[in-house]
């Protein structure tokens, strides 16, 4: 039982630890914050100036 438990302490701990990682750092490099969520054409058009 004591095993059981230690063994899902740990678990829990690293599952903790991988969701609190931010993937899109690893994904777009130091600039993902700069990301934009858009919607529709207009908005396109208007970033492309």
Known sequence: MR????IFV???GFA???FA???RQVV???SY???KEIEGE???E????
Do not use: P
């Open 21 to 23: 990682y931010d993937f």
């Open 28 to 30: 777009f490099g130091n």
């Open 42 to 44: 207009a908005q396109i």
């Open 3 to 6: 095993k059981i438990i230690c």
């Open 16 to 18: 903790q630890a991988l």
């Open 33 to 35: 914050e700069q990301i």
């Open 46 to 49: 208007k970033l492309r100036g």
């Open 10 to 12: 740990l678990l829990n």
